[in-house]
Nanobody, 116 residues
Framework: QVQLVESGGGLVQAGGSLRLSCVTS????????MRWFRQAPGKEREFVAH????????YYADSVKGRFSISRDNAKSTLYLQMNSLRPEDTAVYYC?????????WGKGTLVTVSS
């Protein structure tokens, strides 16, 4: 059983920063491509950022490029999302996603609220 647990969400002023974490259970974290998604109130889930198994390849949605940074620590089975210059439109539940071995796993999400 693979479990993903996000943390680090909270309330922050526009222009501020937060760092989200996603801890993954099991011994296969280093074999998973990892992604962050988010879902804002009343909107569909959208892609935020991707990180390859080694962390060497990253990809970002245009809306967060230059402001967010995805990274991973395979020794700690943890994925991170550093969010800077936050905007009210970044307000959403952020979800961690792991893909590997023909499977896709999701966390329950952590809420980020950005006030203006």
């Amino acid at each position: 059983q693979v479990q993903l647990v996000e943390s680090g969400g909270g309330l922050v002023q526009a222009g501020g920063s937060l760092r989200l974490s996603c801890v993954t259970s099991g011994r296969s974290f280093s074999t998973y491509s990892m992604r962050w998604f988010r879902q804002a109130p009343g909107k569909e889930r959208e892609f935020v950022a991707h990180c390859s198994t080694s962390g060497g390849t990253t990809y970002y949605a245009d809306s967060v490029k230059g402001r967010f940074s995805i990274s991973r620590d395979n020794a700690k089975s943890t994925l991170y999302l550093q969010m800077n210059s936050l905007r009210p439109e970044d307000t959403a539940v952020y979800y961690c996603n792991a893909v590997g071995g023909g499977m896709s796993y999701w966390g329950k999400g952590t809420l980020v609220t950005v006030s203006s």
